[in-house]
């Protein structure tokens, strides 16, 4: 802590400052008002005993459930381990899973190799990224029982000559996974099997699928023989008709591009449908297909399939999983060609149904898994009219989120892999044959370091004034640095000099007014505080001081969750990749609450019990709010407003859809539609009694609450000229927090009204987005499930809008916060966050030089996320995405740094990896239970693993660009008037 300033002497105070000594203004002549003023509100401190802020830092935090116990910043470092008791069964083999990291750890793929390994019949070995792409097949880990599959980046062809060399018991045939690589070969194969497939034509322009001699005589075995093709005589014979070697297809047809790893469909409408088509593609947030009434020839330039189109008012779309010939999980879903709109749970993924197949299905499910010789294979079904149609075959894939599925699939993989391990014991003990080679994991996972945004939290408030009475300038305590009040007894002091400062008319009495109501409503509230930071004068005395009132910004109920189900998730992965990581643990966290609070949920599930005490330090210096860069993030602020007047295109260093006009014309529209929003609220508000609301409001709030602080976010946009762009975060923060906390009440407040003229229709921001932006169009209403999706209905796509041009503007403003050029970007990022960043490479090089492998965490705030990545970005390391290609570090967003060692111990890989947090892209789209939660969305790698040293250099480099100050944490004060001891 640095030195306060004594007022009356030189040094630094040794008692507690009286109220009084601290009542002169810069000049040192007290006014009769602010001496009338202090003498007032001396009575009340006569009894106060002030606190240190170290006892603060040592006492119980106010948290919501479950309270954090044991975060005292002094302690030693401890570190936890987690036990496990679970009863051992005889052991049957080594199961190796060959695939790339994203699929192994998948939530479906890590929930069954769980429930293979939880009881020691099998160990599990993950190949592993760094081995399959970088080492060659004789140096990759044996095995018993073989998990593989092709993803993209996948090297099927090692995996393949892999089975070759080592022999080990495969459940999915990998040469035959070629087939699905080609829509044309999975047809061919179906109809082999007898599957019944919608009525087809072919136009092939590539000669035909190409095939490999192994693919060529497996695909015989199954009644396939693949000759070349020439490309067939057709023509559309008129507007409607494609005729292709005499035979014909009408539209409604589908048309499919032979290459199956190519999702742009396209679907062919009729005249006397409307004509025009619709493209499919491969979902971009809950977009997966667009209208197109222009879309009505077939494309001339490579080969495709055309199907007939099935009746869209008649059928159902199923989702089937094969696990063997003899079970099949399936789903039913709204296809996505009824709106384009796919609809999905809080993990993010599509809503689906389970549902019972029919005797002819299950007969369909056993010959495409034999067919494809794929024992974990997904296919889809159309059931129209009474029958059933397969219209794809996917391969290796997993049903999400169902748990009975889980749990069937574990226990057919681990019968089948002990009849295989029978069979194979019997044939050895027949042949004599000697025992294989066996090779062990070449690298293995030694340390992981992870950066976690904290859990969610209700929305941040704050009022923001100056004032230059000495009874404000009193509450600094003497320093010349922004100091922090907490506690209820300390604020209420506060509040008493608030009243003071009103009755004798010290400030602006709209101001004093305005707090004094504010701290009232809100001292109770946990996390209420409030920031005073001192202006210098040129004699650097205190001339004003900046007085700051938070609240809000609180773990909501469904933080719990989502912060235990991210433990849960680090403790299966760390389980299946080196489960000797969990015998090695550290968590840090900064001061704040709701940090806290997620540390401590997400290590409770980490460590599967109760958390140790003192095992999560608190280290204010790395990860609490930092004030090294205010000046320059002052500076790149006063940058930012201009960008939003007229004639100012977004910089090419923007995230700005492409499509999009400039920013001028979308904040000039959020000004509309918040009037608008703002005229239904009130009218609402005084004629439909919506203040009554109802019971069912979670994180404190009530409609009232809600009102208010929809209310202080309207003033802030009532004219475009007054917008700030620090508040356009404030209300895109809102509209998610509303969107999944207050759905029901957010519908009711914002129901159009028919004497409110609606705002004009604009063509130029609605019907002109990217793709990825379509959702500004509101759905049909005669395909929306109203008991489900409150807001599909027309009579919101004005709110939807707001919602999602205030995204876009976040998009646009708040990663630019933290720097707009590339050199503000690495200059706020080093002065911010170069102490985390010096720790993190510290902790890399300790797991290093260590024998124990070891994982430590570190849990901060939005700040220090952007800027540790910005760093990062600026450091010349080579990463996969361009920085604006990122989404939004959401809620329990994580910079992961994992640390591979070979099996020497001298050489070592890092790898960079990401995950933007509890994210949805239209939170207006996801289907709530009462846990109005959104779970984390798997990380991605930033990176390929890199060589450590190399990173470590640069990164060091890029630290010597700035020097801190000594103090750039805020003073915390848990007395307002007390002097350190």
């Not at 015989?220 to 507007?239: A, L, S, Y």
């Not at 994180?699 to 802030?716: A, H, I, T």
Request: proline share 5%.
């Amino acid at each position: 802590m640095s030195e306060p300033i004594d007022i009356t002497k030189k040094g630094s105070f040794s008692v507690p400052v009286s109220p009084l000594a601290l009542s002169v203004n810069s000049s040192g002549a007290a006014s009769d008002s602010d001496t009338k003023a202090m003498a007032s509100i001396a009575p009340i401190l006569e009894g106060f005993t002030p606190k240190t802020s170290s006892s603060e830092n040592n006492s119980q935090l106010r948290l919501p459930p479950p309270a954090v116990e044991g975060s005292g910043a002094t302690s030693p470092v401890r570190r936890a381990s987690i036990s496990r008791h679970k009863v051992q069964l005889p052991k049957i083999g080594k199961i190796g899973v060959c695939a790339m990291d994203a699929k192994v750890l998948s939530k479906p793929c890590r929930q069954i190799l769980n429930r293979l390994i939880e009881n020691g019949e099998f160990e599990t070995v993950i190949f592993g990224d760094k081995v399959i792409l970088d080492e060659s097949v004789e140096n990759w880990p044996t095995c018993d029982f073989l998990i593989s599959f092709f993803s993209k980046g996948f090297p099927l062809d090692k995996a393949i000559n892999y089975v070759k060399l080592r022999k080990p018991y495969i459940i999915n045939d990998l040469v035959m996974q070629k087939a699905l690589w080609d829509r044309r070969l999975c047809l061919w194969l179906l109809d082999a099997a007898g599957v019944p497939t919608p009525q087809r034509l072919e136009i092939s322009r590539d000669g035909g699928p190409r095939l490999d001699d192994e693919l060529k005589a497996k695909l015989k075995e199954q009644g396939v023989d693949v000759q070349p093709t020439k490309e067939p005589n057709w023509e559309m014979i008129d507007e409607d008709t494609i005729e292709v070697d005499g035979k014909t297809l009408s539209k409604p047809f589908v048309e499919k591009p032979v290459d199956g790893e190519d999702h742009n469909v396209y679907i062919y409408y009729s005249k006397k449908e409307g004509g025009g088509g619709r493209r499919l593609f491969r979902k971009v947030g809950n977009k997966s297909s667009e209208f197109d009434p222009a879309l009505c020839e077939p494309r001339t330039q490579g080969s495709y399939i055309y199907e007939k189109f099935m009746d869209t008012n008649n059928f159902e779309d199923v989702k089937a999983y094969t696990v063997g010939p003899n079970f099949c999980h399936a789903e039913t879903r709204k296809s996505p060609v009824v709106d384009g709109v796919v609809r999905r749970n809080t993990h993010g993924k599509e809503i689906r149904y389970i549902t019972e197949l029919s005797d002819e299905e299950k007969r369909i499910a056993r010959a495409v898994s034999r067919g494809f010789a794929q024992t974990i294979c997904g296919f889809d079904l159309l059931r129209v009219g009474g029958k059933s149609y397969v219209i794809d075959v996917n391969g290796f894939s997993f049903v999400k989120d169902s748990v009975p599925y889980y749990d069937n699939s574990a226990k057919i993989l681990r019968d089948m892999f002990y009849e295989a391990k029978k069979v194979r014991d019997v044939r050895k003990a027949v042949s004599h044959e000697a025992p294989s080679e066996e090779k062990s994991q070449k690298w293995i996972l030694k340390g992981v370091v992870t950066v976690v945004r904290h859990a969610d939290r209700t929305p941040k408030q704050k009022f923001k004034y100056s004032f230059k009475s000495s009874i404000f300038i009193s509450l600094l305590k003497g320093y010349k640095e922004e100091v922090i009040i907490r506690e209820v007894s300390d604020l209420e002091i506060v509040l008493q000099a608030i009243k003071i400062a009103q009755e004798q008319k010290l400030e602006d009495a709209t101001k004093l007014s305005i707090l004094a109501s504010t701290l009232e409503k809100k001292i109770n509230f946990p996390g209420t505080k409030i920031q005073l930071k001192p202006v210098l004068n040129d004699e650097n005395e205190v001339e004003k001081v900046q007085f700051i009132l938070k609240w809000g910004g609180e773990a909501t109920h469904s933080a719990r969750y989502q912060a235990s189900d991210l433990g849960e998730q680090t403790r299966q992965d760390m389980g299946l990749l080196n489960k000797e990581i969990l015998e090695n643990i550290q968590v840090f966290s900064s001061s704040e609450r709701r940090v806290l609070v997620s540390a401590n949920l997400w290590a409770e599930s980490l460590l599967n019990g109760t958390v140790p005490e003192n095992f999560i330090q608190v280290r204010k210096d790395l990860l609490d709010d930092s004030n090294a860069a205010k000046d320059l993030m002052d500076k790149v602020k006063r940058q930012l407003k201009p960008l939003l007047r007229e004639g100012k295109e977004a910089p090419s260093q923007f995230s700005w859809p492409p499509k999009m006009p400039e920013p001028y014309y979308v904040i000039k529209r959020v000004v509309e539609l918040m009037n608008y929003h703002q005229k239904i609220m009130e009218y609402h508000v005084e004629y439909d009694d919506a203040k009554a609301g109802g019971d069912d409001w979670c994180s404190g709030e009530d409609p009232e609450l809600f009102v208010e602080r929809w209310n202080k976010l309207f003033k802030e946009f009532t004219t475009l000229e007054k917008v700030d762009p620090s508040k356009i975060s404030e209300l895109y923060d809102t509209m998610k927090f509303d969107a999944l906390h207050n759905r029901e009440f957010l519908e009711k407040i914002f129901s159009p009204v028919d004497s409110i003229s609606e705002p004009k229709d604009s063509s130029l921001l609605i019907h002109e987005y990217p793709q990825h932006m379509k959702l500004f169009k509101a759905p049909d209403e005669q395909n929306c499930d109203h008991h489900h999706f409150l807001f599909d209905d027309r009579i919101f796509k004005y709110l939807r809008e707001l919602y999602k041009l205030s995204q876009v503007l976040f998009d646009f403003i708040c990663p630019q916060e933290y720097g707009i050029t590339q050199q503000e970007k690495l200059e706020i990022g080093l002065l911010t966050s170069v102490p985390l960043a010096k720790k993190i490479i510290g902790d890399l090089n300790a797991m290093m030089a260590n024998d124990q492998p070891g994982l430590v965490a570190y849990f901060t705030k939005e700040s220090h996320m952007y800027t540790l990545l910005n760093i990062l970005y600026e450091s010349g390391i080579q990463l996969y995405f361009n920085r604006n290609d990122l989404p939004e570090l959401d809620y329990l967003s994580q910079i992961i740094f994992e640390l591979y060692e070979d099996s020497s111990g001298k050489n070592h890989s890092l790898r960079l990896k990401l995950s933007p947090g509890c994210h949805t892209q239209d939170p207006l789209d996801v289907e709530l239970d009462e846990k109005h939660y959104i779970s984390c969305i798997p990380k991605i790698s930033l990176t390929k693993h890199l060589d450590f040293d190399l990173v470590n250099q640069r990164l060091k480099n890029k630290f010597k660009k700035v020097s801190l100050p000594k103090k750039f944490t805020a003073v915390n004060i848990t007395s307002p008037l007390a002097g350190p001891k």
